[in-house]
């Protein structure tokens, strides 16, 4: 952020007119879904960060539409547009990040788990696609279940040779962009201040705020804890009863992935101190994946935050043995998916 308002100032100014449209770094960043509720959103937020050279766009559906308005944009990067399944390696060569938000959202009644049959195998012909043309590339996978499409991703990599665990991550950043609103609007707090990590996964009970690790540190009664969890683990929900079959959560989704994104690109341009959660291949339970913070650097996650899940208390670590089976099943259900496929 401080980066984006001294480019902008210096470009009002015209103090460093050596930066003109040029991009302060050089990354390329892919968005597979673009033509949708989150990749507009999201492709209009990537489109101001100044360390992005170029911005891709790919859908199934027409993306020139949106990649000639966001153009227009006097921002670095330069916006380009790929339309169909014959375009997608193309628009994946030499990128950086690539973001999935491609797949259908809920409606009304459903769980996330409602949506693997179709998101599945979008996933799963995306990531092939990735491992062909940029397998070096940040991972970051949006579509839904994220529980089950992010160990799909992991078994398409494997079977193409080219996994990173270190480069493959589930977007869990709105649960963390939520529980931050929710606390500070509860306890009054500043809300740019507010940082609360979510470990798990991303799923009802799966979404697992560690409150008691919530900076600064702040107490909460009984009541308060369970209050905030259960509307942290149903704020998606809440989202998708308010839009009534128009989709679910667009907005407040883009603009966590651009966070995650800025963050990645961060980090891979040498800053020292980037730290997301995010839902990865994990040693911190026994279950191959979960979320937790992690430490970003030039080659991915550096570091899992180990000490996140030290020191919990009863109803934390009640709710952290309560999630496991169903975290359990649907990381299953997804390497399943790809391991059975003839
Ligand atoms: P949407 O229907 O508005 O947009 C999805 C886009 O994906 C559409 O433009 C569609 O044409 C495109 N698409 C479909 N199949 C494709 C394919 N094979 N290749 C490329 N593009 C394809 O949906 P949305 O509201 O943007 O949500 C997208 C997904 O993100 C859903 O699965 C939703 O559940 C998920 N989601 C995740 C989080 C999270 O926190 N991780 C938050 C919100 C939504
Ligand atoms: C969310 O948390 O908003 C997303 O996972 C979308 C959904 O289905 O709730």
Same mark, same amino acid.
């Given at each position: 952020?401080?980066?984006?308002?001294?480019?902008?100032?210096?470009?009002?100014?015209?103090?460093?007119?050596?930066?003109?449209?040029? +991009?302060?770094?050089?990354? %390329?960043?892919?968005?597979?879904?673009?033509?949708?509720?989150?990749?507009?959103?999201?492709?209009?937020?990537?489109?101001?960060?100044?360390?992005?050279?170029? #911005?891709?766009?790919?859908?199934?559906?027409?993306?020139?539409?949106?990649?000639?308005? &966001?153009?227009?944009?006097?921002?670095?990067?330069?916006?380009?547009?790929?339309?169909?399944?014959?375009? &997608?390696?193309?628009? =994946?060569?030499?990128?950086?990040?690539?973001? /999935?938000?491609?797949?259908?959202?809920?409606?009304?009644?459903?769980?996330?788990?409602?949506?693997?049959? /179709?998101?599945?195998?979008?996933v799963k012909t995306l990531v092939e696609a990735v491992a062909d043309n940029c397998p070096d590339?940040?991972?970051?996978?949006?579509?839904?279940?994220?529980?089950?499409?992010?160990?799909?991703?992991?078994?398409?990599?494997?079977?193409?040779?080219?996994?990173? +665990?270190?480069?493959?991550?589930?977007?869990?950043? &709105?649960?963390?962009?939520?529980?931050?609103?929710?606390?500070?609007?509860?306890? *009054?707090?500043?809300?740019?201040?507010?940082?609360?990590?979510?470990?798990?996964?991303?799923?009802?009970?799966?979404?697992? +705020?560690?409150?008691?690790?919530?900076? +600064?540190?702040?107490?909460?009664?009984?009541?308060?804890?369970?209050?905030?969890?259960?509307?942290?683990?149903?704020?998606?929900?809440?989202?998708?009863?308010? %839009?009534?079959?128009?989709?679910?959560?667009?907005?407040?989704?883009?603009?966590?992935?651009?966070?995650?994104?800025? $963050?990645?690109?961060?980090? #891979?341009?040498?800053?020292?101190?980037?730290?997301?959660?995010?839902?990865?291949?994990?040693?911190?339970?026994?279950?191959?994946?979960?979320? $937790?913070? /992690?430490?970003?650097?030039?080659?991915?996650?550096?570091?899992?935050?180990?000490?996140?899940?030290?020191?919990?208390?009863?109803?934390?670590?009640?709710?952290?043995?309560? =999630?496991?089976?169903?975290?359990?099943?649907?990381?299953?259900?997804?390497?399943?998916?790809?391991? *059975?496929?003839?």
């Amino acid at each position: 952020a401080l980066r984006g308002s001294f480019a902008l100032k210096a470009q009002k100014a015209n103090q460093r007119p050596q930066y003109g449209l040029q +991009p302060l770094a050089t990354y %390329k960043v892919a968005i597979l879904g673009a033509d949708g509720g989150i990749g507009q959103p999201l492709a209009l937020l990537i489109k101001m960060s100044p360390l992005v050279s170029a #911005l891709n766009l790919y859908d199934i559906e027409n993306v020139k539409g949106v990649a000639a308005d &966001l153009s227009h944009c006097n921002t670095p990067s330069q916006v380009l547009d790929f339309t169909g399944a014959s375009e &997608l390696g193309n628009c =994946l060569k030499g990128v950086n990040v690539v973001v /999935i938000p491609a797949g259908v959202p809920r409606k009304p009644g459903m769980t996330r788990d409602d949506l693997f049959n /179709i998101n599945a195998n979008i996933v799963k012909t995306l990531v092939e696609a990735v491992a062909d043309n940029c397998p070096d590339a940040f991972i970051h996978i949006i579509s839904n279940p994220v529980n089950s499409t992010v160990p799909i991703a992991a078994e398409v990599l494997k079977q193409k040779g080219v996994y990173d +665990p270190k480069k493959l991550f589930g977007v869990t950043t &709105l649960d963390v962009v939520r529980a931050n609103t929710f606390v500070a609007q509860k306890k *009054n707090l500043k809300i740019i201040d507010v940082d609360v990590p979510v470990v798990g996964g991303h799923a009802g009970i799966t979404i697992l +705020p560690l409150l008691s690790k919530t900076k +600064p540190s702040v107490s909460f009664t009984d009541e308060e804890v369970e209050q905030l969890t259960v509307r942290i683990q149903n704020a998606g929900t809440e989202v998708v009863e308010a %839009k009534a079959g128009a989709g679910s959560a667009t907005l407040s989704m883009a603009y966590a992935a651009a966070r995650f994104v800025e $963050s990645s690109l961060r980090a #891979l341009d040498g800053d020292g101190d980037v730290y997301e959660c995010s839902f990865v291949q994990s040693d911190l339970t026994d279950l191959p994946f979960f979320a $937790s913070r /992690i430490k970003l650097g030039r080659k991915g996650i550096e570091a899992l935050v180990r000490s996140d899940l030290a020191g919990l208390s009863e109803y934390e670590e009640k709710a952290l043995e309560a =999630l496991k089976p169903e975290l359990k099943a649907s990381i299953e259900k997804g390497i399943a998916f790809v391991q *059975n496929q003839p």
